[in-house]
């Protein structure tokens, strides 16, 4: 899904047409959510969702691993 809105903000003056600057200034903020709006990061990151998953299931295991000596002691006392 590709949207992006864009807004031109002009009027005229004295029969001049004179273009309005916006008021914000291009941060890095704005910049992500126009590359967040534009892009096709979602349908990338959904091909390569196997992976992701398996790196998941690997820090769970690890997280589990580097915890059970805590519950273990826990559980002994």
């Excluded at 091909?47 to 273990?72: D, F, Q, R, Y």
Aim: aromatic share 6%.
């Amino acid at each position: 899904m590709k949207t992006l809105t864009y807004t031109d903000a002009r009027h005229m003056v004295n029969g001049e047409q004179e273009f309005l600057c916006p008021l914000k200034p291009v941060t890095l903020l704005r910049r992500f959510q126009r590359y967040i709006e534009t892009s096709d990061w979602d349908e990338q990151i959904m091909c390569k969702e196997h992976i992701l998953n398996k790196v998941c299931m690997l820090g769970v295991i690890l997280s589990c691993l580097a915890l059970s000596p805590l519950l273990v002691a826990a559980l002994s006392r």
